[in-house]
């Protein structure tokens, strides 16, 4: 009995943090503000205790995750409102390179050394600091690069060579499965698509891992690979 209990308060805990967390947006938790990162983890913890404690009522728990999950959603509001408030909570962006410059008081005042720093540029392609024009400590915690003109890859506008424009290629099938309202996007239909995938050799949707078109009216299908 109690480990059904517990099964039931975990799920019903897990269905309201879940809620409280897509109540916070699409980031990655690398890319959390300060106060986001503190909701996440006080939420985090306010879920284990009644799971732990059976005798505890599982709204000692609700209860929190709902306030704190309501005070995000204030801050966040209040946030994209007023600047000063954003800067207060999440701190600015600082520049800690400046025309290849290690700007040492800076990562002193941040507490950030240099291990990190190279870490992070290395990570972002570049391992000398003289290729980099400025190098932007995000509020995330994230690092931005800003390479000097000389230390850039070479694009088709440097070379003055003409592109075509790509956009995106619309997934037609996934995993087996047709995606109905990307073929309506594409102004296409299923007896089409049929007979592309007869083309390629192929007899059974399910046996198509993805298939994509791109806006040059090509499509890729990749097969399932088969299973030992």
């Known amino acids: 009995m109690t480990g059904a209990f517990v099964a039931v308060r975990t799920v019903i805990l897990y269905f309201i943090i879940l809620v409280a967390m897509r109540l916070m947006g699409k980031r990655q938790m690398v890319q959390l503000q ?30 929190p995750i709902a306030l704190l999950g309501v ?24 520049i800690i390179i400046e025309n290849g410059h290690i700007r040492e008081n800076v990562l002193r005042a941040l507490r950030y050394n ?25 509020t995330s915690g994230e690092i931005s690069v ?9 694009t088709p506008k440097d070379l003055n060579i003409p592109t075509e424009y790509e956009g ?3 997934p037609l099938i996934l995993d087996g499965v047709i995606k109905y309202e990307n073929l309506e996007l594409c102004g296409l239909s299923y007896s089409w ?10 007899q059974d949707v399910k046996d198509i891992f993805y298939a994509g078109i791109n806006t040059k009216g090509q499509l890729h299908i990749q097969p399932k690979e088969a299973r030992k």
């Open 193 to 202: 698509l049929a007979v592309k995938i007869k083309e390629n050799g192929l």
């Open 146 to 154: 800003i390479p000097r003109s000389q230390s850039r890859p070479v």
């Open 34 to 63: 300060p106060y986001e990162l503190v909701t996440a983890i006080m939420i985090a913890e306010l879920a284990v205790l009644p799971i732990g404690n059976v005798n505890m009522p599982l709204t000692h728990a609700i209860y």
């Open 168 to 170: 995106l290629t619309v």
């Open 71 to 94: 005070l995000e959603f204030l801050i966040s509001t209040i946030s994209l409102k007023s600047e000063k408030v954003r800067t207060w909570i999440a701190g600015r962006p600082t």
């Open 114 to 138: 240099l291990d990190e720093l190279m870490g992070q540029l290395r990570n972002s392609g570049y391992s000398d600091v003289n290729d980099i024009e400025f190098a932007v400590l995000e």
